[in-house]
């Protein structure tokens, strides 16, 4: 059902309460999802992005009954992935000569995917769309978190049509940031940018500052996934300053797999010796086979630092951790310590090899770990005790 945002403009979007993973398996998605899409009704018609490829008829069927779609003007997208242009394709066999706004990369993607020589009209930053009362002024944004993407504001509603930034996964009827269960909210749009955007985090800070100089007043940021933002939209451009600049909070997190339970009873006396020497900080144990991984990497992104554990499996750590490794190399954690450990029967290269893979992705691994052989004793678990206890030192 669409939804009147504003005088001018209306959600035309599709609420996924199913989606319970995207990108493939990439990434979690346990609170459903949104694909938002605008209509904007002033002197001239603008769409500003479509929806994902599964409800293409559906969402063609329900725009017919808010608008002739002869009478659309423009399509904006602002970004291509197929989550947001996947109704494009059926769209465009309505009206194939609508011009279709976005960047030069944003062509080639379309061009890359649907294999059609649609009227495509190439803006950069700066560039403006008078609609009547309304002007649409669209301002280039690559790599937040595609080559191609771009905002687009709307003067009059002051809108900022954000796309990816400032987005979640968060399926609602009720469509506003103020609606919403606060905590849950702002915790599925941490995990979004820990898990997407983290990456891209100088460029995050240089857009927002940026966006800030053009000195627009704003009311109300539209993203392309999640609520709205519409009280007090200045809260998540905020929060996302503050998660671009090597956020962290007073929190360890410790994740491991454990085979016979052996690095499992290490994690367990690492983390008593870590609250020993600093009852203040928050310890967090993670068991990567068993838990989300979006949600593991989500408390990496909050925390001071990290543990990393896992059994010597062929002579290298276990599949779980060499996921969650390979992820944690992609998101470029900044200003994080670390640390490996693992137990093994006969070689023992897991933790070295830990270390290795910590130190490259940019974590300053404070000491070579401690491994123990076979199951641990209690002497033993005593030295991991005290293996957490200098590590919280090193703090």
Aim: charge should be negative; aromatic fraction near 12%; proline fraction near 3%.
């Amino acid at each position: 059902m669409a939804k009147q945002i504003t005088k001018k403009v209306t959600w035309v979007g599709k609420v996924d309460w199913e989606l319970t993973t995207f990108h493939g398996d990439e990434l979690s998605t346990k609170r459903g999802s949104s694909y938002n899409s605008y209509l904007i009704k002033d002197e001239k018609v603008a769409l500003i992005d479509t929806v994902w490829l599964p409800y293409d008829k559906e969402f063609v069927a329900k725009l017919k009954k808010e608008i002739d779609l002869k009478d659309i003007d423009y399509i904006i997208m602002n970004h291509n992935e197929i989550d947001h242009s996947g109704a494009l394709p059926e769209l465009m066999r309505e009206i194939p000569d609508t011009p279709i706004y976005c960047t030069k990369k944003g062509e080639a993607i379309i061009r890359g995917h649907y294999h059609e020589d649609w009227n495509f009209v190439n803006v950069k930053t700066g560039d403006t769309l008078p609609l009547g009362e309304s002007t649409l002024t669209f301002i280039e944004a690559p790599m937040l978190h595609w080559p191609d993407t771009m905002f687009t504001y709307m003067s009059g509603d002051n809108i900022l049509f954000s796309n990816d930034g400032f987005g979640q996964h968060f399926a609602t009827e009720s469509l506003y940031n103020d609606t919403v269960e606060q905590a849950a909210l702002f915790y599925e749009a941490e995990k979004y940018y820990a898990n997407i955007l983290n990456t891209y985090s100088p460029m995050v800070t240089k857009k927002i500052q940026q966006i800030l100089a053009m000195n627009l007043p704003l009311d109300m940021i539209c993203p392309s996934h999640g609520v709205i933002w519409k009280e007090n939209p200045a809260q998540i451009v905020e929060q996302y300053l503050k998660w671009a600049d090597a956020y962290q909070e007073n929190q360890i997190t410790i994740a491991y797999d454990t085979m016979w339970q052996s690095t499992r009873k290490m994690a367990e006396a690492i983390a008593d010796g870590i609250r020993d020497t600093d009852s203040s900080v928050t310890v967090k144990l993670f068991n990567v086979a068993h838990e989300d991984k979006n949600d593991v990497l989500t408390e990496i992104f909050q925390s001071r630092a990290v543990l990393i554990g896992s059994p010597t499996i062929n002579y290298g750590f276990s599949f779980a951790i060499g996921g969650l490794l390979e992820m944690i190399r992609g998101l470029k954690f900044k200003n994080k310590k670390a640390a490996a450990f693992g137990s093994y029967g006969w070689s023992g290269e897991a933790v070295k090899q830990i270390s290795s893979h910590l130190a490259e992705s940019g974590f300053e691994v404070v000491n070579d770990g401690i491994s123990k052989l076979w199951v641990p004793d209690c002497t033993m678990l005593d030295e991991c005790r005290n293996f957490g206890r200098e590590f919280a030192k090193n703090l």
